[in-house]
């Protein structure tokens, strides 16, 4: 089932914004809100309570929909999901959970949707209703405006998982060019991989980039390549998670799945994943990530009783290779 995530974000003073993204996306989503002030002004923090009470006044008001009650409210962590209709939540996240709603200020709210099409109408009205809960100046044209950048505009996240698809897809075989790249992508779209949004949103700059980088030297000069390789390793749980006690450090079975190995022209073993964060400098990715390789480093040496003989991050966004001590 696809899903669609439409958020009402308000970052303590900033202003709200209407964007497809999840918390993953903070970062852009600054970016996003920065903009949207210029255009609407700000809005005043709120606790959990008041803003869920303005959101049910503009709802029982206007509409004949369901208001966010307490009999439909499960805590998550440490975020309060109101059930509204079938597939269709108010998320609201507080600063700083404590169990009070009447005291905890709102971070930023979520509409979460499941996007089966049966309830998007119904979804679409509640995101007006809590944009106007919290800026009762603004107008229907300026809602229009953002919904429909909500409808069109993709996360980093979302970019990045684009990227991604289109890595995997590349044959280093073939010699690429912007205008190859563009035929990669419309063929993506062409056979529903990707929607038409997503082709648009797809950074073709950075996929040429990737041909001119070291890695892809690599890969075709490579005796063997492996994409998309799925693992399972049983690992002690205190290895995800740093909260067990050692009485509790069982073993748990973990499952994944490696973005790339391949055997060099030297027949040596390399492992890479690929990563789409925004970074200023290369130490970022690998404090970040170096645990996560060492599992997947440890992991492939079971499977094909091989030694991993490097283990490397290429970075889109820094459109670099960089290699993880072994």
């Known amino acids: 089932m696809k899903k669609t995530m439409l958020a009402i974000l308000m970052c303590v003073i900033t202003v709200f914004g209407v964007t497809g993204c999840g918390k993953s996306d903070l970062e852009d989503v600054k970016k996003d809100l920065q903009e949207n002030q210029e255009k609407y002004g700000s ?19 206007n509409s004949s929909l369901n208001p966010a009650s307490a009999d439909y409210l499960t805590e998550s962590n440490n975020e309060y999901w109101y059930g509204l209709i079938d597939g269709v939540y108010l998320v609201v996240v507080p600063e700083e959970h404590t169990g009070d709603k009447s005291t905890e200020i709102v971070n930023y709210t979520l509409l979460y949707v499941n996007k089966t099409g049966e309830y998007e109408d119904n979804a679409t009205s509640y995101i007006k209703y809590l944009i106007i809960a919290n800026n009762n100046k603004i107008t229907n044209s300026e809602i229009d ?13 979302q970019k990045g998982t684009l990227i991604h698809l289109c890595l995997q897809k590349m044959k280093e075989t073939e010699e690429y060019n912007l205008e190859k790249i563009t035929e990669l992508i419309e063929e993506l779209k062409d056979k529903e991989i990707i929607t038409e949004i997503e082709e648009q949103n797809i950074d073709k700059e950075k996929l040429l980039e990737y041909t001119n980088s070291k890695l892809w030297t690599e890969l075709k000069q490579a005796k063997e390549i492996h994409k998309e390789h799925p693992f399972y390793i049983n690992i002690k749980a205190s290895r995800i998670y740093n909260q067990i006690k050692k009485e509790d450090d069982e073993d748990i079975l973990v499952q994944g799945v490696i973005d790339l190995f391949f055997i060099d022209k030297d027949d040596k073993l390399i492992l890479v994943d690929y990563k789409t964060d925004y970074v200023q400098n290369e130490n970022e990715l690998v404090e970040k990530y170096k645990g996560q390789l060492d599992l997947y480093k440890e992991a492939l040496e ?7 003989d490097k283990m490397c991050i290429y970075s889109v ?10």
């Open 43 to 61: 809005v005043e923090k709120e606790t959990v309570d008041v803003l869920v009470a303005k959101f049910n006044t503009e709802v029982v008001d």
């Open 145 to 157: 405006t953002l919904l429909e950048d909500a409808k069109t505009k993709l996360t980093g996240a």
């Open 302 to 308: 079971q499977s094909l009783n091989k030694k991993v």
């Open 317 to 326: 966004y820094l459109n670099k290779l960089i290699e993880i001590q072994v």
